[in-house]
């Protein structure tokens, strides 16, 4: 058994608890929490004394972990247009260092205290690592095309990928990739395999405004760079108030959905969103938006609306690095009225619950086996992130 004390000590599910000691049994279950005044606490010798703060490991909700192979690859600030075209046309290079990428992103997010990731997957080129892999993960198996003539085709090939993963024990759903990439004819397949795929479920919504313009005008960039792609719109009637307004109707409505980006979600969307069904969360992926848009999300504005907001990293092509605590630290920078238990409860406690693994994952309750993640050198006093690092304890 371990005791560890810190000058503060986020629980997640209860306030912060000042010079709190938190009992760990074998493998790092959760025992207890006490006080310093408690009866039953341990002499003094025995508690493992940290300065800053104690929470419990985070979970990052969006990550592309087999894009791991293209970092530094694809230039910084152009536009999500720009940047679908430069993933695709370049997603192949490196592709002898493909395997070894994989791994060493998976050690790195271990490293900065990741627990858990929501993954996108493509292929089965992750399965390996993810078997093998200290991190809890749920894969999602993405599919994509506006062509509703192609539905059955893509989401065979999704069917084939998901079955290597869940054949291996591990989580996975199939997915669709964006509102602009999924038809009506695909979006009714996925329906149909959450019977055999059951779980939590993903989209990129709303990352730029040409999303949006594509579902009001039927125009834009993104439907430029697609139909270069050689995928059909001639069948799509723009009929939508934005892409959100299209994919609502179609995503299954019995599961958990997470929301990636959001970066140009009105308020009212996310009040209504959210009104129409309980079991959205949201997801920001602030460093990658910087990335590609150039642009952080007002997380305040999201959390005003009264969203479950989780934190992702994206990949390694929109990002320099794989860590909850860097997008934690952005948000800050740009948002500083947002308080550091604000900001670990979206990373830890909300990003569990949105990949359904908050009973095991996420906050310091008795009987978890959530990690203990050292908020090194925190201002518990003012809530600073910024001279803070994390350091994983378990």
């Known amino acids: 058994m371990r005791f560890l004390s810190a000058d503060l000590i986020f629980p ?140 059955d085709e893509v989401l065979q090939e999704g069917i084939r990928v998901a079955s290597q993963y869940k054949e291996r024990g591990l989580r996975a759903t199939i997915v669709p990739h964006a509102p602009y990439s999924v038809s009506k004819q695909l979006f009714s397949g996925i329906r149909e395999q959450q019977e055999n795929f059951t779980g939590t479920i993903s989209i990129h919504n709303q990352e730029t405004a040409s999303e949006n313009e594509m579902f009001v005008s039927g125009s834009g960039e993104l439907v430029e760079i697609f139909q270069k792609f050689g995928e059909d719109f001639s069948d799509f009637e723009p009929q939508f108030a934005s892409s959100l307004d299209y994919h609502l109707r179609e995503l299954p409505q019995d599961q958990n959905a997470i929301l990636v980006h959001n970066a140009q979600t009105r308020p009212e969307e996310f009040v209504s969103a959210n009104q129409s069904r309980s079991n959205l969360f949201w997801c920001a992926c602030p460093n990658a938006n910087l990335y590609i848009e150039n642009r952080v999300p007002n997380v305040p504005i999201w959390l005003e609306s009264g969203a479950k907001v989780c934190v992702g990293t994206d990949s390694l092509a929109s990002n320099h690095q794989l860590s909850v605590f860097e997008e934690l630290r952005l948000i800050q920078q740009y948002h500083p009225q947002l308080t550091v238990g604000q900001l670990l409860k979206i990373a830890t406690l909300n990003g569990a619950s949105a990949l359904n693994l908050d009973q095991e994952k996420g906050s310091f309750q008795k009987g978890k086996l959530p990690g203990v993640l050292w908020l090194k050198n925190l201002d518990v006093e003012t809530g600073n992130l910024s001279a803070a690092s994390v350091q994983r304890i378990m």
């Open 12 to 151: 997640i599910h209860t306030a912060p608890i000042p010079n709190g000691i938190l009992v760990l049994g074998p493998e790092g279950k959760i025992i207890d929490i006490l006080s310093e005044s408690d009866s039953s606490a341990p002499e003094k010798s025995r508690i493992e004394r940290f300065r800053g703060a104690l929470c419990p490991g985070f979970v990052n909700t969006h990550c592309h972990l087999e894009l791991s192979h293209m970092k530094g690859l694809v230039p910084e600030k152009t536009g999500l247009p720009e940047f679908i075209m430069q993933i695709v046309s370049r997603r192949h290079e490196n592709a002898d260092q493909k395997l070894e990428a994989i791994k060493l992103a998976d050690e790195e997010m271990w490293r900065n205290g990741i627990e858990a990731v929501g993954d996108i997957c493509n292929t089965a080129d992750t399965l390996e690592i993810k078997a093998s892999s200290r991190i809890k993960y749920h894969s999602f198996v993405e599919v994509f095309s506006f062509d509703s003539s192609r539905a």
